[in-house]
């Protein structure tokens, strides 16, 4: 055992208890502490002022958790925007669907009065009034629709969609007989008929008025309609 004063150890002591020394001098500190109660009270000392090192727990698993996370969050996101991708794709085909429609189904023209001929006008007993109507432009009708305003004027329109189709066949709404029950749509409608037009309040043509002497009813006309 080597024989090492007591001051050359207290010089020592705070190096080893920093480990910053030697590995002989730590050895030689401890040597000396075997033997001596002063050197030994002074390290106790020394130890218990100071300060102890927090450790701090390191949780295994918060990379699983970032990692976990971002997936997460990149699943939502790739959710998000897939059901973005199907609401926008369903709009798209709704809006095409809406525009086929628009253009080739919904009858929302109005054939003009200028193209219309109106002839072989009459009534019968029950108060119909018959007419023979001619669109010479060349395409389908699809839609007569009936109207009347507040003032007692019934209007009688021809629709079709934006997109015209050639007429394909002489017996369609576009060349052929038509009637209107006058009793019939006063008693539905609750109101007079004081006048009848093809056309619409801005575009007409006077078919009859009420006051109007008509002939009877074709024969022609009457037979189209098993009258």
């Known amino acids: 055992m080597r024989d090492v004063p007591c001051e050359i150890i207290e010089d020592l002591m705070p190096l080893v208890v920093d480990d910053v020394c030697s590995e002989e001098s730590r050895e030689m500190v401890e040597e000396h502490l075997a033997h001596c109660k002063q050197c030994q009270l002074k390290w106790e000392r020394m130890k218990a002022d100071l300060p102890i090192p927090e450790k701090k727990n390191v949780d295994a698993t918060a990379d699983d958790r970032v990692i976990k ?23 798209s085909i709704a809006v095409l669907v809406l525009a086929y429609a628009g253009l080739f189904e919904w009858q929302i023209t109005s054939v ?28 389908s009708v699809n839609t007569l629709k009936y109207s009347m305003d507040d003032n007692g004027n019934f209007y009688i329109t021809a629709k079709r969609p934006v997109v015209k189709e050639k007429a394909k066949h002489l017996s369609t709404l576009e060349r052929g007989y038509d009637f209107i029950d006058v009793p019939d749509q006063e008693s539905m409608r609750g109101q007079k008929i004081k006048a009848i037009y093809f056309g619409t309040q801005k575009d007409r043509k006077l078919i009859w008025k009420k006051g109007m002497d008509l002939p009877d009813a074709s024969e022609e006309a009457k037979e189209s309609f098993g009258f």
Do not use: C, Q, R
């Not at 996370?69 to 709009?91: E, N, P, Y």
């Not at 219309?116 to 109507?133: C, F, N, P, R």
């Open 69 to 91: 996370g971002m997936a997460s969050t990149w699943k939502k996101g790739k959710k998000k925007s897939f059901l973005k991708g199907v609401f926008l794709s369903s709009l």
């Open 112 to 139: 003009p009065v200028d193209n219309a001929e109106i002839s072989d006008v009459g009534k019968t007993e029950d108060g119909k009034i018959m007419y023979h109507l001619n669109i010479d432009d060349g395409y």
